[in-house]
């Protein structure tokens, strides 16, 4: 029996799994869910791999309080190369529930796909990694290491931490960072561009309690309003990110977005006007772009007629390739502060932060990871951007500066990931653990 048979009849499997992890509500804050549930997570992953022939799977503890999941499965072959496994188990919360078809942690189908929270973003690359491992059986001519992250949603950086501080534990010559993915379904693509980011808190403080609007409105500052005309500031009449200091001119080289597969894998009507003056890979993959996240004021259901003392927002800063976080950081609290009219008082706390990352594309494992992709998918490989901000690539980087970094995996567009309605395409779960394993069979036994 050959991978491609083994893989298909390991997907029933496959979905039992996923099913279980996603009913694990491991969003890794504890101010809204269980922390008992990333620890059930942790320890079904430890246990999985253990089953899939690592022999010291064990819960590492992290600098910011969350568990990776770490181990290896040598193959007793002299002088075979090592691949690290990175997946996390982690997902983000859920956000409303009732803006979900099916319950967010219920592994569902519908119309083919698997809908559930995590079943893309990441927990369906961990079943990529476990399918693709099974395939192989004892057929294994790598060394391989693992780890699978507990925090990554969070941006705490707990990870990011533990690698340098245990270097030799994860050291391999590839590495697989399974938790991007594909052009679409069933067209196969590498990441090769990764945007940083920045996450701040601007908060607004203009009067010490409310104030009647009736009696005061006018002549006293208004911290929502004040809020509200700084955010506006953050783009033009385009639609273009505008933070002073920042460029705003980036152009995409590499594979393009057309207009209308984006208006259509974003849920838009084909004559939606999209924001910004440069192509969608531009705006997406070479320059920054600010999201309003949250805003603290007072809801409209309950509010009164007076004027809000104090307002805050939280903003997601995405950088290409070529912006410093810091420099990011620093230029968008000036621009904050610059914009704020008299009258208040505004300041910015930096949350979060990530450096941008551009991988190799030269190596080994770059091309035999092309030639796996041909074979699994009948079309060659792709190279895209992604618009999404990894910072461990770059302390792996940093951490392991021969390794090459690829970044694959099984998310796709019409995933939705971080959104409500989340799904992964059964069968790119089972292209993708095809690919990984004939990947890890080329890798260790190259042609010529």
């Not at 050959?2 to 099913?19: C, F, G, I, K």
């Not at 961990?126 to 925090?151: C, F, Q, W, Y």
């Not at 009067?207 to 009696?215: R, Y």
């Not at 500052?221 to 506006?232: F, I, T, Y």
């Amino acid at each position: 029996m050959d991978l491609r048979d083994r893989v298909h009849e390991l997907m029933p499997r496959a979905r039992e799994e996923l099913a279980e992890l996603v009913a694990m509500r491991s969003v890794a804050d504890p101010r809204q869910f269980p922390p008992e549930e990333c620890r059930r997570a942790a320890t079904w992953v430890a246990e999985a791999f253990t089953a899939a022939g690592f022999t010291d799977t064990h819960l590492a503890d992290t600098p910011d309080g969350s568990q990776a999941v770490v181990g290896s499965r040598p193959c007793g072959r002299e002088n075979a190369p090592t691949v690290l496994l990175y997946a996390h188990y982690d997902v983000q919360p859920p956000l409303a529930p009732e803006a979900w078809r099916t319950p967010p942690f219920r592994l569902t189908e519908v119309a083919g796909r698997w809908y559930g929270r995590g079943a893309a973003d990441c927990k369906g690359n961990i079943l990529m990694h476990l399918t693709a491992l099974r395939a192989l059986g004892d057929d294994l001519p790598v060394n391989l290491k693992l780890v699978v992250e507990g925090s990554e949603e969070q941006g705490t950086g707990g990870l990011e931490a533990f690698v340098p501080e245990h270097a030799d534990l994860l050291r391999a010559d590839a590495i697989l960072v399974c938790d991007t993915g594909n052009a679409a379904v069933g067209h196969p693509a590498v990441t090769v561009s990764l945007r940083g980011m920045v996450n701040v808190v601007v908060s607004v403080e203009a009067l010490p309690s409310e104030l009647h609007s009736g009696m005061f409105g006018g002549p006293a500052p208004d911290a929502l309003g004040a809020l509200v005309s700084v955010l506006a500031s953050l783009r033009d009449d385009a639609g273009n990110t505008t933070v002073h200091g920042l460029p705003d001119d980036g152009r995409w080289s590499g594979a393009p977005y057309p207009a209308a597969q984006f208006r259509a894998d974003a849920g838009l009507s084909p004559t939606s006007a999209l924001l910004g003056d440069g192509e969608v890979a531009d705006m997406l993959w070479a320059r920054s772009a600010l999201t309003v996240l949250g805003i603290d004021c007072p809801p409209v259901v309950g509010s009164a007629a007076a004027i809000t003392p104090r307002a805050r927002a939280r903003l997601n800063l995405r950088i290409p390739p070529g912006v410093e976080p810091h420099e990011a950081a620093r230029a968008l609290t000036e621009h904050l502060i610059a914009a704020a009219p008299r009258g208040v008082h505004l300041s910015v706390a930096v949350e979060a932060s990530g450096r941008p990352f551009r991988p190799a594309t030269y190596g080994l494992a770059y091309h035999v990871m092309a030639e796996a992709m041909q074979t699994a998918y009948g079309t060659p490989m792709s190279r895209l951007g992604q618009g999404g901000s990894i910072p461990l690539c770059t302390v792996f980087a940093e951490t392991y500066p021969e390794a090459e970094i690829l970044l694959i995996g099984v998310e796709e567009p019409q995933s939705l990931i971080h959104a409500p309605n989340e799904s992964v395409a059964p069968q790119e779960i089972a292209d993708m653990a095809l690919t990984e394993a004939l990947f890890l069979r080329g890798y260790g036994d190259p042609p010529g």
